[in-house]
């Protein structure tokens, strides 16, 4: 079992950049691939990032290439994202979430534990 919480969100304005953080419980994290997704209302849930479990390998959605970066530290049991040079449209609640597999990660049937979500606004 692996429990998730967030945070880092906020209110930033256009251009400025945030840091999130997901930290997990239990043992095993290391063994996890842990991905980020973003759901602005009215719309479905997306894919963001995700990092394999020793962390050298990342894949990003192309909304957040060159922008983004995840990362994670398997003794502190936390992934990060760094998000700089934000846009209005990067507004809505940021999930992490964790998966067993390096597949299908844009699939949100594919990750079995999920985060409660953190706020992320950008003004323009």
């Known amino acids: 079992q692996v429990q998730l919480v967030e945070s880092g969100g906020g209110l930033v304005q256009a251009g400025g950049s945030l840091r999130l953080s997901c930290a997990a419980s239990?043992?095993?994290?290391?063994?996890?691939?842990m991905g980020w997704f973003r759901q602005a209302p009215g719309k479905e849930r997306e894919f963001v990032a995700a990092?394999?479990?020793?962390?050298?390998?990342?894949k990003y959605a192309d909304s957040v290439k060159g922008r983004f970066t995840i990362s994670r530290d398997n003794a502190e049991k936390t992934v990060y994202l760094l998000m700089n040079s934000l846009k209005p449209e990067d507004t809505a609640v940021y999930y992490c979430?964790?998966?067993?597999?390096?597949?299908?990660?844009?699939?949100?049937?594919?990750?079995?534990?999920w985060g409660q979500g953190t706020q992320v606004t950008v003004s323009s």
């Open positions: 239990g043992q095993t994290f290391s063994t996890y691939v």
């Open positions: 990092i394999r479990w020793s962390g050298v390998i990342t």
């Open positions: 979430a964790a998966t067993k597999v390096w597949v299908d990660l844009a699939q949100l049937g594919q990750y079995d534990y």
